[in-house]
């Protein structure tokens, strides 16, 4: 280590890795689940912080090149924060409310959020795995974190075996790829002049190990019953920071390890990429669940992301951020308001048709949640629209318009099942005759904020796609 | 008065706002109509202090910085001659429309009112706004309420009428919008230093000039959403039965405004914006439009439900509007844009008195009704007009627009036709047969069913609901140029530019580059191409 100046350039990691001990500790002797939530909860604030500040900081690479900071990397722990503050702020209510509000979820959540601030600011492929593996494997905890119910543990043994497979293609193409170029680190890699066999193995296995873990078609079988399985503001911390945290650190490997043979990847993302928009959007019509309709929703909206992916531009990059930004605040919006309807009839009050009539009970839940799903539908003035019209706006500029086309009538699909939610909320009778808790003022003001993001960088981008336009770290 | 634009834009949404905090539906009602009238108050100076003659940019214009960062979109907003009457006629009917839902609305009142607010915003935003981006923008947030104001407050059918509505509208605009990228980023390169701009004044640009391939495809594309929301023959089968679901203020906003969206936007934006193409296909859209007339009609003519019968008539309108504007001269789209108002004016009324009978008998069947002439004497004289307006009698507004239209097109240079204009007057003769038809058995005769003895006639808010209509109705029919003045200068420049613009397109067309279909289809010679290749080879050689 050069100077201790190094460690400013993660103190979000040092933050939350710290957090993650003191509350498994707060844990260990004082069974306070109150103590724990409020420890963690501030320390996300900080944490928040100190990646929003960094965003506006330099960019570069410390700790021998293992690490990048700045730029790409600081967006990518701003979307990880956002995500873990606010599913960690739902997931106190939540678990309170259906009765299991048990302490160890925060520690879990904050060592989560620690592979994947380490994943979000790898510059080495050997920091990227370390990222992945603390991240899913307190992922896995998570999804199983209530013991007796069936589907969580169902989830979480499912996500372990096939999380386990796909990591093992993820390693391996790091192997083959160290083989090809002899160096672990992205630069490196991108510097291979001799493109052999071992080379292109490497690369294929290393796309496969991350289309696992952002749910591309045809690796997204785990994600409906994880996602279902898994307590519902656990599936919004999925959701949202992990796959936001894959994403940013797929573009850092494409854009760093693998600049050179883009015009293959390209080729290849371009159809997984239809793949992903079609069955997702596909399946998601069928579905009467709400959270494996939310499930198959975040599938489709991986395929949305492809597109900006298969443009490859940094244009096309700074669409996919910007998109991921939206995409992370109406999805925990979204499970938010699953979770609180839950808090009335328990675990499996998800399907659609419980929602019959609710939508004027509370009336500010069911105008959230109409918030919500517009935007993921891609309505203006919402951040949704945005995001899909920056990406597609890429993409039509790099020429890929019957891609393009593709997405759009795709995402025209969707509006049915978006709109199927609303439907039940609002233009069916009450069939359940429960009365509706009203929300407390935390978790109301938390999925407030979210709308208000939401709207707010709708209406205004600007400022945002400004900083996003300028955002060094994509390409060197 | 660039802010007053604004305001009155806005108000509307400021209002909905306002309607979250109030709890007794009383107040509701009373804030939304003072909203309202507020709005329409303070449109007025808009129109008193608009300049006619002033054509080429338009008035009011607020054009901020640029909202995307690195691409120029701006908020812009303005109207001149093209959107004027429209403004008007929306901030004109808005009142109307809180009062016409006065007793018809009681669940969910404070929800009713916001949503029919932010949907005024949206459309006042959609006619004035001058950047194809914000166009799109207001466009989408006229389809939110409209899906809700359907699906919570309409009939039987709902759901299904409001999600056929907003998923057939959005798969059009949706591919618009890759259209519409392609366009920002194609004038860009040509007019704007490269960066992305959806600009109305650059996409009008004489430079900002699309090849002939290029224009087909996206003039296909903005064509087939706009088509949609007309709606034209043969995209027109949502729009029957959002009308038949929709509660009755619902059905007035999608007549009188949410439709003339689509028709403003092929003046405004399709045939301006790629002028070759406009011009190739205006045969085909007349055809469309025709079609629509005659179409419309005769279905219109066997309906058993009166308020089908008058959305079908809606079709035969439109069809009318279309017609008019691909007639390509400045009778024929003046004629379409004040058929457009007439419409808004006359259908709007038809709705509303729909609902007033709905509302005492609880059906809208032609064969449940009968001989009420004699019980309700006012309702019949405002009946009667808005009956005969929507015919198309001389002295009343829908005599002009039609009038217009049919010698616009009988002259049209681009049709090259004059069957079109005797095909479509059969339509006005139709519309008489199916109107009166059902105006007959409706009001007139003995009374059949004993429910109709008791009804009442229309009361002093209903009278205050249609009067203001009739008015215009009668002062649009007997001095037309007090509204048609608005528009001419701007429509007849319009019209030239766009002729222009085509030709030197085409003057520039090569015919080598383009392909056999496109050679034909805007009767590129091949010989000029040929001449100038021999040229060139003769100065290589």
């Known amino acids: 280590m050069e100077s201790a100046n190094e460690l400013l350039t993660i103190i979000p990691l040092i933050i939350i890795g710290g957090a993650g001990l003191l509350v498994m500790m707060l844990d260990a002797f004082t069974e306070n689940a109150r103590l724990s939530y409020w420890t963690t909860a501030l320390l996300s604030v900080a944490a928040l912080g100190a990646s929003v500040s960094a965003l506006f900081g330099s960019a570069g690479t410390s700790f021998y090149d293992l690490i990048t900071y700045g730029g790409t990397a600081a967006f990518g722990s701003v979307l990880v924060m956002i995500g873990t503050l606010f599913s960690v702020i739902l997931t106190r209510d939540y678990l309170e409310q259906t009765g299991r509000h ?337 929300p407390g003022v935390v978790y109301s003001a938390a999925l407030i904020i979210l709308a208000a993001l939401t709207i707010y960088f709708g209406v205004n981008p600007g400022t945002l796609t400004d900083l996003l336009g300028n955002l060094k770290g994509v390409s060197y | 008065m660039e802010l007053l634009l604004n305001i009155v834009i806005y108000l509307p949404l400021f209002g909905a706002f306002l309607l979250l905090f109030i709890r007794r539906a009383e107040w509701v009602k009373w804030t939304s109509l003072f909203i309202t009238t507020a709005a329409f108050v303070l449109s007025l100076p808009l129109l008193l202090q608009f300049d006619i003659s002033a054509t080429g940019s338009a008035q009011y214009l607020t054009v901020s910085e640029p909202l995307l960062g690195d691409w120029d979109v701006k908020y812009m907003m303005g109207l001149d001659g093209l959107s004027m009457l429209l403004f008007m006629l929306t901030t004109f009917m808005a009142p109307i429309v809180v009062l016409s839902a006065w007793r018809s609305i009681d669940k969910h009142v404070a929800g009713f009112y916001s949503m029919l607010l932010i949907l005024q915003t949206g459309s006042l935003g959609v006619f004035a706004a001058l950047d194809l981006f914000m166009f799109y923008i207001f466009f989408e947030l006229t389809q939110i309420p409209m899906f809700f104001l359907i699906g919570i407050w309409g009939g039987e059918n709902r759901i299904y009428a409001t999600v056929k509505f907003f998923i057939y509208t959005l798969v059009g605009w949706l591919l618009m919008l890759v259209a519409l990228i392609y366009v920002g980023f194609a004038a860009g390169n040509m007019v704007n230093d490269g960066v992305f701009t959806t600009d109305w004044r650059l996409l009008t640009d004489p430079s900002f000039q699309l090849g002939l391939v290029e224009q087909t495809w996206l003039f296909l594309a903005f064509g087939f959403a706009f088509c949609i929301k007309v709606p034209i023959f043969p995209f027109h089968s949502w729009l029957p039965l959002a009308h038949t679901e929709a509660p009755t203020a619902g059905s007035v906003v999608l007549a009188a405004i949410a ?156 049709l090259g036709s004059y069957w079109y204009a005797v095909i479509g007057a059969v339509g006005v003769i139709l519309a008489a047969g199916y109107m009166l038809w059902m105006f007959q058995r409706v009001m007139f005769g003995p009374i059949t069913h004993k429910e109709n003895n008791d009804l009442q006639d229309i009361n002093a808010r209903e009278i205050a609901v249609l009067l203001p209509l009739m008015l215009f109705i009668v002062w649009i029919g007997i001095r037309p140029t007090d509204f048609t003045k608005y528009s001419e200068a701007e429509v007849t420049r319009m019209l030239e530019d766009v002729q222009l613009r085509a030709s030197v397109v085409v003057d520039n067309a090569s015919g080598e580059d383009l392909p056999g279909w496109a050679l034909h289809l805007y009767d590129v010679t091949p010989q000029l191409a040929a001449n100038l290749d021999n040229e060139t080879e003769e100065v290589e050689e």
Not at chain 1, 294 to 310: D, E, P
Not at chain 2, 338 to 358: C, D, E, K, P, R
């Open chain 2, 259 to 414: 439709l003339k969206m689509g028709t403003y936007a092929i003046l405004r934006f399709l045939i301006p914006l790629f002028p070759n193409a406009a011009i190739a296909f205006a045969p085909m859209f007349a055809v469309l439009g025709v079609i629509g007339i005659i179409y419309g009609a005769l279905v219109a003519m066997v309906q058993k439900d009166v308020k089908k019968l008058v959305a079908y008539s809606s079709i035969s309108h439109l069809g009318f509007v279309v017609l008019g504007m691909f007639a390509f001269n400045t009778v024929g789209a003046q004629g379409a844009i004040i058929q457009m108002v007439n419409h808004g004016l006359s259908t709007g009324a038809l709705f509303i008195i729909i609902g007033m009978i709905y509302e005492r008998r609880h059906t809208r069947m032609i064969a449940d009704f009968g001989g009420i002439a004699q019980k309700m004497p006012v309702f019949t004289v405002m009946f009667m007009m808005a009956t005969l307006a929507s015919i198309g009698l001389p002295g009343l507004n829908g005599f002009v627009g039609e009038f217009l239209i049919l010698v616009g097109t009988f002259n049209s240079e681009v």
């Open chain 1, 102 to 438: 048990i302490a160890e979820v925060y520690s879990m959540i904050l060592f989560a959020a620690f592979g994947m601030l380490l994943l979000v600011q790898s510059n080495n492929l050997v920091t990227l795995f370390l990222g992945i593996e603390t991240m899913s494997i307190s992922l896995y905890v998570l999804a199983g974190l209530v013991k007796d119910e069936k589907r969580g543990t169902e989830a979480a043994l499912k996500y372990f075996l096939l999380g386990a497979f796909s990591t093992g293609f993820l390693l391996y193409g790091i192997a083959l790829l160290y083989g090809a170029s002899g160096s672990t680190f992205l630069v490196e890699i991108a510097a291979v002049e001799d493109k052999g066999l071992i080379y292109w193995a490497g690369v294929a296995l290393l796309l496969v190990g991350f289309f696992f873990k952002i749910s591309i078609v045809p690796f997204h079988m785990w994600t409906p019953d994880v996602y279902q399985g898994a307590p519902t503001t656990i599936t919004a911390f999925m959701a949202t920071a992990s796959k936001a945290a894959a994403i940013v650190a797929f573009i850092l490997v494409l854009s760093r390890a693998l600049p050179e043979a883009r015009a293959e990847w390209s080729d290849v993302i371009w159809l997984f990429a239809i793949f992903t928009m079609v069955v997702g959007n596909v399946l998601a019509l069928v579905q009467d669940n709400v959270k494996r309709m939310l499930a198959y929703s975040s599938i489709a909206h991986a395929g949305y992301i492809m597109i900006g992916l298969a443009a490859g531009t940094d244009a096309a990059y700074s669409a996919v951020l910007f998109y991921l930004f939206a995409y992370t605040l109406m999805n925990i919006g979204a499970f938010g308001i699953v979770a609180y309807y839950e808090w009335h009839k328990g675990y499996d009050f998800t399907e659609v048709k419980n929602y019959s009539g609710l939508g004027f009970q509370q009336p500010l839940m069911g105008v959230l949640m109409s918030v919500f799903l517009f935007s993921m539908v891609g309505i203006p003035p919402f951040a949704g629209f945005i995001g899909k019209y920056r990406v597609f706006a890429a993409a039509v500029d790099e020429g890929l318009i019957g891609l393009v086309i593709v997405g759009v009538l795709a995402s025209a699909a969707s509006v049915y099942y978006y709109l199927r939610v609303l439907i039940h909320l609002y233009m069916k009778e009450d069939i359940t005759g429960i009365t509706l808790i009203r």
